[in-house]
């Protein structure tokens, strides 16, 4: 047939579009295959999957839309000219994962290493602009090389894009980095800026500085997971929230990850239906917490019995032990859990446990994610290396952040709760909605004995037994100051409970809490202690 067109009646020659169509698909499919079979061979023998092979682990079954698939760079020079493949060795989209969106990128280390170039960062930088936009998560699947040697200042102007970009996001959607591969230099700085770390044992590694230039400057020899593993970060920096043995596990725990936060800063995380009572009493909570507060136990399994099924994410689970942080149930509500260590240096607040609280009282005072915070805290740690190290700073940063939070807080006095750190841990004094004890809380400026022993300093050293007098007075003390219903008495504690009813109790307290609003200042931002 012969087309023409309205206003000349000219002859045109039909669109041979089957035939485009044909090339559209064998370009699509080049650009899915990646560079060559060789080239993903050597990914596999590393032990590392292939960026697309991650999404497809991600993302919920044929959800993912790529974006700039066929994307390539333009630059020149050092070879660059001639090899020009699609997606510029990062591939960009948006799927779902149970059946809400999530955004995300992955590097391609089999085009240039997986380093970034200008192109390159243009696709993150817009992927991450559409995840802003849309109010959904956003997932980096890090595999590369850093920048692109070739193409000097261009490409680490690329990273800066991507560094503004995560601190616009930062409190607005949840941004979760996870590490496949090496990152290095600069671009160890993104994942810094995100909420959530993940990484993979023996593939993964993150440091500013490699092994060659540690050695060249400070003459000192380290492998590179020895510098900047996964378990380096996960006990010792504190830089991974997660580190498992291999990228199939990692994933899903990303996956599980997200089914516990919501898209945005305007929603709240995702409620499921719960099959655990409300009224399960915890009768086995009087065996778990020994009545003598000087004897350890796991705070873990506390936290265990109270939410639905037992089940819950700890975040930083091998970092700052002498503090929990998780994401759990109640109800079938999403609730951050923050709770004294006493297994680990009978569960005083340090530095780290500080920093480690902090963070992640932030991110779920962000994301609207009610907190619960069980104490059982002597006070801070004592020391020389903790004063020096600004164990004053770093505690603020906890204090800071509690009293900066406006979503639904309850706090549960187990046992001891003793100067500052009852303070820090969210008291009724700093803003906590609710403030809850058993029967076996200790609330005080100090321990029975270092509280006679400034007291009664006098009356002890001029007894005929010391000792004596000593222990009169520590029982004189804890029976007028430190009986389990002195804080009650004064209102500084809403409600002494059994034990046994705990979880109801804060189930009951959150339905109530759930529609709670607070406003803060007017004000640009606040300074937080550093």
Known sequence: ????????????????????????????????????????????????????????????????????????HRA?????????????????????????????????????????????ATKIHKIMDMAIAAGAPLVSLNDGAGARIQEGVSALAGYGGIFQRNTKASGVIPQISVMLGPCAGGAA???????????????????????????????????????????VHAETSGVAHFAYDDEETCIAEVRYLLSLLPQNNRESAPRVRCDDPVDRRGDVLLDLVPVDGSRPYDMASVVGELVDGGEYLEVHERWARNIICALARLDGQVVGIVANQPQSLAGVLDIQASEKAARFVQMCDAFNIPIVTLLDVPGFLPGVDQEHGGIIRHGAKLLYAYCNATVPRISLILRKAYGGAYIVMDSQSIGADLTYAWPTNEIAVMGAEGAANVIFRRQIAEAADPEAMRARMVKEYKAELMHPYYAAERGLVDDVIDPARTREVL????????????????????????
């Open 189 to 231: 700085y993104s994942p810094a800026l995100t909420d959530f770390v993940f990484m993979v044992r023996e593939t993964s590694q993150m440091f500013i500085t490699g092994p060659d230039v540690v050695k060249a400057v400070t003459g000192e020899e380290i492998t590179q997971n020895g510098l900047g593993g996964a378990d």
């Open 76 to 120: 020149v020079g050092f070879g660059l000219e001639v090899k020009k493949p699609y997606t510029d060795g990062v591939i960009t989209g948006w799927g779902t994962v149970e059946g809400r969106t999530v955004f995300v990128y992955a590097h391609d280390f089999r085009i240039f290493g997986g380093a970034l170039g200008e192109a390159h």
């Open 1 to 72: 047939m012969v087309a023409t067109t309205a206003s000349d009646s000219v002859e045109v020659e039909p669109t041979p579009i089957g035939g485009r169509i044909a090339e559209l698909r064998e370009i699509r499919a080049r650009a899915e295959a990646g560079p060559s079979e060789r080239a993903t061979e050597a990914q596999h023998a590393k032990g590392k999957l292939t960026a697309r092979e991650r999404i497809e682990l991600l993302l919920d079954e044929g959800s993912f839309n790529e974006v700039e698939q066929l994307r390539r």
């Open 507 to 530: 189930i009951r307290s959150l339905a109530m809490l759930r529609t709670k609003h607070a406003d803060l200042p007017s004000r640009k931002h606040g300074n937080p202690p550093q």
